[in-house]
């Protein structure tokens, strides 16, 4: 069974920062890309940041130059470094983890996973 699981989030003031951090876990074999969207009350979950299991970025661009993507391989490990922290980046934060390959019963399996999400609230 393959999970997600997210953690770092919560209520900071703006100008701070705060790290999320996404494990995935169960009998991978490969991730492709693994990334973070965001959905705010009222609005649709929308991009934030992804990154290839070769290293290569991207970013939404109202959180370039504020949030930093990672990514630890080995790990299965993806994390989001958010400085700066404005209250319209006040939202429930996902990790996905796109075109994971997993091991089940003498077959693999490929397919796009979600987290639960986290909160972060940033208060003006």
């Known amino acids: 069974q393959v999970q997600l699981v997210e953690s770092g989030g919560g209520s900071v003031q703006a100008g701070g920062s705060l790290r999320l951090s996404c494990v995935a876990s169960?009998?991978?074999?490969?991730?492709?890309?693994m990334g973070w969207y965001r959905q705010a009350p009222g609005k649709q979950r929308e991009l934030v940041a992804t990154?290839?299991?070769?290293?290569?970025?991207n970013y939404a661009d109202s959180v370039k130059g504020r949030f930093t993507i990672s990514r630890d391989n080995a790990k299965k490990t993806v994390y989001l470094q958010r400085n700066s922290l404005e209250p319209e980046d006040t939202a429930v934060y996902y990790c996905?983890?796109?075109?994971?390959?997993?091991?089940?019963?003498?077959?693999?399996?490929?397919?796009?996973?979600w987290g639960q999400g986290t909160q972060v609230t940033v208060s003006s």
């Open positions: 169960g009998s991978i074999v490969n991730i492709n890309a």
């Open positions: 996905n983890a796109d075109d994971l390959t997993h091991y089940r019963r003498d077959r693999y399996y490929t397919g796009d996973y």
């Open positions: 990154i290839t299991s070769g290293g290569s970025a």
